[in-house]
């Protein structure tokens, strides 16, 4: 069987998902399709690292985290923002730089706190910060518990593993969310990754899970009795998702050759959805596409953010 | 040529002329060629001393000091110079302190080159200039490029030193052109009364009302300040651009600092405990007597480098600031 076969018919045995994920994993491409035309156009100033290919990720988890537990995104955190605040407006405004950015236009693209929300731009520095709140919590609110998003090329950084093992340690409530894309900004994980995380994960005594799965219902069945475990025996957990990055490391910057990118085009979710729910699709893509394109005329016209709380 | 070439250039032919020399950090192989591309081609040539790395910042420098240690020269890229503060301890507590803890000189012949600086929107994590944390950190000297230092003639140079050095390179400056024969505009030429100190003068280099000093990333902002003295408030001003940071070469600076008795620093750190403070307790020392104003200094804001372009603007460094600092410290 040829590989689109293979893959037409994974599409065709999607699990079905609600309207409102639909739209949201829709909205979230969108919105970084028309960053990158901002930027294509002048538009936008400074740097942004779009998920395109990954929306899912954030989707899935997003009825397993809920707005108690605490969120620790990274550069590539769109996604993982407007998963969980449905914002549009206020981190358009934000990579803008204009009224009612949620960070006042000081953090832009990679620097947002909201609520238990929070990104930064320095890969690796969030792991052991993640492992002071899930102590925090662990104590102060059982049952609640700290998500982190990394890449696999973070797993170079030595305060990973630092965290990890007091994690371990500590028997905390944290959830290491690994998007393995393949690649980390140009270099491969092969050029740059000796071992495996599961090998790595195991060697600290932490549960591993790999998912190779794009499907939003499928995600949740997997992951949902896990991360239910790791709340309540207060327990770090390791969540790897063999994912795709379909566009840019940043903007204009993707230095893969056409079959690779092809590659990561061929697991993209957003295939598989439009195949297996035509219609639904069509109609979910075309609210996304007219709330996106709303939000953009509304921000241009606001004027620039201003910064008092220095 | 644009300063991103001659980098280019300068590192090609050390890894050309020292077949023990090695290039290392993230996403420098081709045909990526580094984030601002300052390494495009070199792996071609040597694929096995051009290493891309994993995300390691402290483990490449480290890495970088032992390859130092065992007689190669190295030279490590850190992506954004924000990032070696990961690098702090390997910089500052090993191939530093190497160079003489030991009861012996230790040749350390270790470059760590860091992007540095804003005004591109890159935001808090990616913006900073962080030279005036590592001052007077015994062995270790600091660098910066500028679009008159020639860099092949530069890092070789560093090398030969054997210490460990941090170049620092504006990453606006990566795309500006180089300064040739002596001329930088129609008003403005240039000489070296020094060794790797460049000076900027109008006419001619023995008379002027003040020198403003300032590291090669600045050089921009602060040509276009001296232009803007003459122009618009006929005050003639010499610009003054060491490519040796710490320690700095106060001897060679002196004479012209002594004829103009006013002397200013601009650089981009945010304030506070920066390099200009290093380079008045300098001034000052030697020139006490002699100074019409104590040195001015003039630097970003006390703030974190915010991203918004409007925002970015308030904090840091501008033209615009420079020229208003001499002509308010002048006129009082
Ligand atoms: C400490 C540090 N080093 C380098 C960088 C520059 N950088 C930003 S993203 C990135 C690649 C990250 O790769 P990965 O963790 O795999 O995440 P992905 O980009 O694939 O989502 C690099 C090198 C950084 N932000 N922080």
């Known amino acids: ?30 919105f970084e399709e028309e960053l990158l035309r901002l930027f294509g156009a002048g538009l936008l100033n400074g740097t942004t690292h779009t998920c395109l290919g990954q929306e899912y990720v954030p989707v899935a988890l997003r009825t397993l985290i809920g707005l108690e537990d605490f969120v620790f995104s990274n550069h590539r955190g ?10 549009l407006r206020g981190l358009l405004a934000e990579i803008m730089g204009r009224e009612g950015a949620v960070c006042n236009g000081v953090g832009g693209s990679q620097h947002i706190l909201r609520d238990r929300y929070l990104s930064t731009g320095v890969q690796g520095q969030s792991l052991p910060v993640a492992v002071g709140v899930a102590l925090r919590l662990k104590h102060a609110e059982p049952g609640r518990l700290v998500c982190a998003h990394i890449g696999d090329g973070t797993w170079g950084e030595g305060s990973v593993y630092e965290a990890l093992n007091m994690a371990a340690l500590w028997r905390l409530p944290l959830l290491v969310v690994v998007e393995h894309n393949g690649i980390a900004q140009s270099t491969p994980t092969t050029a740059q990754m000796a071992g495996t995380i599961a090998d790595r994960v195991k060697a600290f005594g932490i549960d591993h899970h790999r998912t190779e799965s794009t499907d939003i219902g499928e995600i949740r069945a997997e992951l949902d009795p896990m991360i239910q475990r790791s709340r309540e025996a207060s327990l770090p957990l390791v969540v790897e998702f063999a994912t795709h990055r379909v566009g840019p490391h940043s903007k204009g910057d993707d230095t893969r050759p056409p079959d690779v990118i092809e590659r990561a085009e061929a697991h993209d979710w957003h295939r598989s959805y439009a195949t297996a729910f035509p219609e639904r699709f069509a109609h ?27 | ?27 420098i192989v081709d045909p990526y060629g580094g984030a601002f591309k300052v390494t495009k081609g070199l792996s071609s040539t040597f694929p096995d001393r051009v290493l891309s790395t994993p995300l390691s910042e402290g483990g490449i420098v480290g890495v970088g000091g032992g390859l130092a240690l065992a007689g190669s020269r190295a030279i490590v890229e850190i992506m954004f110079a924000d990032f070696v503060a990961l690098a702090f301890d390997q910089i500052v507590n090993f191939a530093s302190k190497s160079v003489s803890m030991y009861g012996k000189r230790v040749p350390m012949p270790l470059v760590v080159r860091c992007p540095s600086g804003g005004g591109r929107g890159y935001g808090p994590t990616h913006s900073q200039s962080p030279q005036k944390h590592f001052i007077g950190v015994p062995g270790l000297s600091l660098y910066e490029i500028s679009p008159f230092h020639d860099n092949q003639a530069l890092l070789p140079a560093i090398l030969r030193r054997a210490v460990p050095a941090l170049l620092f390179e504006d990453k606006l400056l990566y795309g500006r052109q180089m300064y040739t ?10 000489d070296f009364p020094a060794p790797d100190v460049a000076r900027v003068f109008v006419e001619t280099p023995d008379e002027c009302d003040c020198v403003l000093i300032a590291p090669g990333g600045v050089s921009q902002r602060a040509i276009g300040a001296v232009r803007r003295l003459l122009l618009e408030h006929e005050i003639s001003c010499q610009l003054l651009i060491p490519a040796r940071l710490y320690p700095l070469p106060i001897e060679a ?9 006013s002397v200013f620093v601009a650089e981009e750190s945010v304030a506070g405990g920066t390099w200009g403070h290093e380079v008045a307790q300098l001034v000052h020392r030697a020139l006490w007597g002699e ?8 630097h970003s804001q006390d703030s974190i480098i915010p991203t918004a372009g409007h925002l970015e603007e308030q904090v840091l460094l501008q033209e615009t600031t420079i020229c208003r600092t001499v002509v308010e410290t002048l006129r009082d």
Not at chain 2, 4 to 15: E, F, G, P, T, Y
Not at chain 2, 181 to 190: F, N
Not at chain 2, 253 to 261: E, F, I, S
Not at chain 2, 291 to 298: E, G, N, W, Y
């Open chain 1, 1 to 30: 069987m040829t590989s689109a076969v293979a893959t037409a018919d994974r599409a065709k045995e999607r699990t079905p998902l609600t309207d409102e994920d639909l739209l949201l994993l829709l909205m979230i491409r969108r």
């Open chain 2, 253 to 261: 600076l002196l004479p012209v600092l002594r004829g103009a008795g």
């Open chain 1, 284 to 310: 979910a893509d075309e609210r996304a596409r007219s709330l996106v394109e709303e939000v953009v005329a509304e921000v241009q016209d606001l004027p620039p953010a201003v910064w008092t709380e220095q």
């Open chain 2, 291 to 298: 100074l019409r104003h104590p040195v001015t200094l003039i």
């Open chain 2, 181 to 190: 024969e002596g001329v930088v505009d129609d008003l403005l030429q240039y």
């Open chain 1, 78 to 87: 769109h996604g993982h923002y407007l998963a969980r605040y449905q914002d």
């Open chain 2, 1 to 27: 040529m644009r300063v991103v070439d001659n980098l280019n250039l300068a590192l090609r032919s050390v890894l050309e002329r020292d077949p023990e020399a090695y290039l290392l950090g993230e996403d």
